[in-house]
Structure formats: C-alpha cells, structure tokens
C-alpha cells in the first residue's frame, strides 16, 4: 500500500470539509496524498487543497455514495455521515476510517452505553429510555433519584442535548425522543485519550490531556499534557482507551473522554471515532499528530511515535462577545510575538460570540509556562468583526 504516496490515482475521499478536515488535510499535502471533500457549505475549510471539493449532505445516503464511490479510502471529521452509505462504500472495496459498524455503535449513546457494559468497560451507571416519559415514570416511581444526567441518544452537539436534571419540574419540558439516564458522576478530572489503529491490527496511544474549566463560563479554557495525574492512574486510561478502540474494531482514530472520579476510578464518558479537539495539541506537541496517524492508517502506512515533545497547551480561539458578521483579528502583533505559541486559524469567514475560529499551542518547559503563553496569546488576539455600513 506504499503506492499511495505520490500516486495520482490514489485518493481519501473526506466526508466533512471543517477545520478537522483542514488539519488532516494539511498533513496530506505535506505527504502528497490526495483528498477529496465533501460538506454541505461552499465556504468551508477544506475549499481549499483539495483534489475535489463537492457541496452536499454528508448525511445522504446517495450522496455519499456518488461522491466517495471509487476513492481507496474513507475518512470523516463528523459522526452524523450516512453509515449505511458507509456500509456499502466497505462492501465495494472502499477502506472506512472508521469502519461502519463501529460508527453506528458510537452515533447513539445508549447503544455506546449498552456496549462498555456488554464488554466491562467502565462507564456511569445508566439506562435508556424510548422518550421523556419513560424517565418522568422511573423517576415518579423511585427508581431513579435526583440529580441525574439525561443525554439525547442521537443527534446532540457540543452540551445541547446534555442537561443535569436537578428538580422535578425539569424533566416536563425534555423533548420525548429517545435518551439515555445517568448518574451524575463526582468528577475530579476530565480526561482525554486518543488511539489510533491501524489495519494491520497495531496501535498508537497519544498521552492523556487533562481538559481545564473556565470556572464561570463552564466551557474547556485549555487542554493540557501532560495531565496532572499519577503514572500509574495515566496508565490504566491508557490501557482502557486501547480496550476501547480494540472492541469496537476502530481504524484510524478514537478520542476517549474520560472521567477521573474522586475516589480515584475512570469511567468513559463517550467517544468520538475521529479527530477531536483534544487531540490538537498532537500537531506541536507530540512526534506524530493525531492527523498524521489517520493519514499514516489511511494510506498504509505505518503508525509513528506518540511521544510528548515537550509540555503543551491548547487554548481556542473564539470569537469576541458583541461581534457577529465578516471576522477580522485585532492584536495579531502582539498576540504571534508571545514565545512558543502556534495560531492556527480555520478559515472561517463569519465570527459570533464564542464560535470556534481557531486554536492557539504553546510549548514550554513546564505545564504552568506552556498555559501563561497559550493564555497570553489568547487574550492579545481578539476575534471581531468590521463594523457594517
Ligand atoms: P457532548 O456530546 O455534548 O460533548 P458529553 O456527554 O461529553 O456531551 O457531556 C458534556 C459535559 O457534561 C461533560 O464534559 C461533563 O462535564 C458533563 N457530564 C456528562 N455526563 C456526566 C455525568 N454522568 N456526570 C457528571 N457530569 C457529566
């Protein structure tokens, strides 16, 4: 499979065009591998680079078809693509990153659920439920107490679909589709592994982050490795993470999120079988990023060095409070000037209040060190927009 370097006929079809697609892609053309995306919006990331770009519904299943049909390969940067197009695109010879079947286990997460159990895989105590009602009736009836986590099965994104149900009331206005009920977990640590598997059956595990709250807006500020645990505990998420990707038969990438409970126990939270934002820092920090190792699977290649370079942080960037329409940064002088730090910029077009239009990395000789740069860099450059005649 070495011919799929600097091969012409050799081709990666990418169902998703944002900025995971643009990362991965980066590492592409840095190797000479060529990509072909697809994403509902003519804007997005991945116009660029690419052999082909197709506007359309990744989610479709003839489009997905039509448009990853007689590629070597298939990648994702987005859950929701059709899996059964997936399925088929296996079936007439196209490798998937990741293979369907593990894809529709992870696209709903009572069935994510039903599948750590089935397997002793640690993860919150649960149980699924056909709609709303179903939770409102165990909750009347004494089964379940308050507080618990009611999750969406299917379709949430970044917290929507997620809530901590603390009083009654609460649950009267849950929409009755399908979800999942959890304990609500006393977490000391949110954790986050990635694997990547290879066709040939090897594995590379990335080293544990630790992801850190903004204490008032209670979104991730900065992602950090290493992360402040004993070895020995960074082992066992390691070797749980490896289970993980194992069981589920993933190719390519699994980003592991995990729970460090108080009492000193992990329990996956959910997992995504892809690049993720947790994983970012990979690009400076570590020997091999996480893009390069989807690459390296993707094309036969095989996995390189997960090694940490050196202590890394990742802050985002996003967009300012108060701003809305054609984004433009203030403070880049500044900002580029502070030492270690990398700016990578997505290449979106729009900014509103807290979109994600980026990421900064720093590097340093410590963790501390690495987050002050990160942080400085962060706050000198500011995500606006012109003002609009
Ligand atoms: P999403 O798919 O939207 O990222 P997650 O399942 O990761 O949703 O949940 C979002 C956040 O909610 C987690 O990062 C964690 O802080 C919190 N959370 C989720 N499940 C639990 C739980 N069982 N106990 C405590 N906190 C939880």
Redesign the pocket.
């Known amino acids: 499979m070495s011919s799929a370097l600097a091969n012409p006929n050799f081709e990666i079809a990418l169902l998703g065009g944002g900025q995971l697609g643009k990362m991965f892609l980066a590492e592409a053309l840095r190797m000479d591998v060529g990509v072909r995306a697809l994403d509902p919006d003519a804007e997005a990331p991945c116009r660029w680079g690419v052999r082909r770009f197709a506007v359309g519904d990744f989610t479709d299943y003839a489009t997905v078809m039509e448009f990853a049909r007689g590629a070597q390969a298939a990648v994702i940067e987005i859950e929701t693509v059709n899996v059964d197009a997936l399925a088929d695109l296996e079936a007439e010879g196209v490798r998937c990153f990741p293979p369907a079947a593990a894809l529709r286990t992870i696209q709903n997460?009572g069935a994510q659920k039903d599948f750590w159990a089935a397997n002793g895989l640690p993860t919150?105590h649960y149980e699924r439920f056909d709609a709303a009602s179903g939770l409102r009736e165990a909750v009347d009836s004494g089964r379940w107490t308050l507080p618990l986590?009611w999750?969406l099965a299917q379709g949430?994104?970044?917290?929507?679909?997620?809530s901590?149900i603390r009083h009654r009331s609460e649950l009267d206005g849950l929409p009755e589709q399908p979800c999942v009920a959890?304990?609500?977990?006393d977490?000391a640590e949110?954790i986050g592994v990635i694997v990547a598997r290879h066709p040939d059956g090897s594995t590379a595990v990335f080293p544990p982050v630790a992801?850190e709250?903004h204490p008032v807006a209670n979104q991730v500020e900065f992602v950090v490795c290493p992360a402040p645990l004993p070895a020995e505990a960074l082992a066992e998420a390691e070797q749980l993470a490896r289970r993980a990707a194992t069981e589920l038969g993933i190719l390519g990438l699994l980003a592991v999120?995990f729970?460090y409970t108080r009492d000193g126990r992990w329990l996956i939270?959910?997992v995504a079988p892809r690049p993720h934002n947790s994983g970012h820092l990979s690009i400076e920090g570590c020997e091999t990023s996480q893009f390069e190792q989807l690459l390296r699977c993707a094309t036969g290649l095989p996995l390189g060095s997960t090694a940490l370079r050196q202590p890394t942080v990742m802050a985002n960037v996003v967009g300012a409070e108060g701003f809305r329409g054609p984004v433009a940064y203030e403070g880049l002088d500044e900002a580029l000037s502070v030492p270690g730090c990398h700016l990578h910029l997505y290449g979106k077009t729009q900014t509103r209040p807290f979109r994600k239009l980026g990421h900064w990395t720093a590097v340093g000789s410590s963790v501390n060190e690495a987050r002050s740069r990160a942080a400085a860099a962060r706050d000198a450059l500011k995500a606006q927009s012109t003002p609009q005649s």
């Open positions: 997460k919150s986590v999750k949430g994104y970044d917290g929507f679909g997620v901590v959890e304990t609500l977990v977490i949110e992801m709250f999120e729970f939270n959910e």
